[in-house]
């Protein structure tokens, strides 16, 4: 399932590899860091962010994963710029250490970049699709509905000679739902009436690099679209 997020991700290392890797040091008020540029913003992250924010506004968003490329570089200390046309937005680490992508129009039509205090050889970029519906917002068919957009939404921004091993990645595509113990349970409901339990028994990582213990959901369920999800209490949900 981590295939068709390996194919962003390859996209993404395609674009770094043509960003150039001299540091610019902006003058400003409130950062005085040395800036390297990492990635372009317009060619790659903009239209993807876009296109996830319409076709799947509210129920993911697209988010950038940087981890070090080697043994001892640190991460704990990174700052991450959205930068062009002489603004300099910082761009917060989220849960996992994940930073979502905004979506700036003025910054892409400035030709922007991404920006970081660390030289970019010292990184790996992926992309991922994080979820964001609110835990008690899950039902059935919300999890048929998000996977046929994802496939719909990502599908034209995929390269033409990817397409057929995007689609075959996103046919596969699930929504997991995850804990951090193996004897948490799932609950399908209707109304009072429990219709499954399902254990998250299927060991995986999540984007923290984290153990952690899932139940997958593909859509293909029997279940009525209207039956709620009933998450654990310390639930993680990933697109996997």
């Given at each position: 399932?981590?295939?068709?997020?390996?194919l962003l991700a390859a996209c993404t290392l395609c674009a770094q590899a043509a960003a150039p890797d001299s540091p610019d040091t902006l003058q400003t008020v409130e950062v005085k860091a040395t800036h390297h540029r990492l990635v372009p913003y317009k060619e790659l992250f903009y239209p993807m962010a876009k296109a996830v924010q319409q076709g799947l506004g509210g129920r993911a968003a697209l988010a950038v994963q940087l981890r070090a490329a080697r043994a001892g570089v640190r991460t704990d200390d990174l700052s991450v710029w959205l930068e062009g046309g002489g603004v300099s937005l910082p761009v917060r680490a989220g849960e996992h250490g994940l930073y979502v992508v905004p979506v700036e129009d003025r910054i892409a039509q400035q030709d922007g970049s991404f920006s970081i205090n660390k030289h970019p050889r010292d990184l790996r970029a992926n992309l991922v699709l994080i979820p964001t519906l609110p835990p008690d917002a899950w039902t059935i068919g919300e999890v048929r509905r998000l996977l046929r957009d994802v496939h719909a939404t990502m599908e034209p921004l995929v390269p033409w000679h990817h397409r057929l091993l995007a689609w075959a990645f996103t046919r596969r595509l699930g929504v997991s739902v995850c804990s951090g113990s193996p004897l948490a349970q799932v609950e399908v409901r209707d109304g009072s009436q429990v219709l499954?339990?399902?254990?998250?028994?299927?060991?995986?990582?999540?984007?923290?690099?984290?153990?952690?213990?899932?139940?997958?959901f593909t859509g293909n369920e029997n279940f009525d679209p209207r039956a709620r999800l009933?998450?654990?209490?310390?639930?993680?949900?990933?697109?996997?």
């Open positions: 399932m981590r295939l068709f997020l390996s499954a339990r399902f254990p998250t028994s299927e060991p995986a990582r999540n984007h923290a690099n984290a153990p952690v213990y899932c139940h997958r009933i998450l654990p209490e310390d639930a993680q949900v990933l697109l996997i």
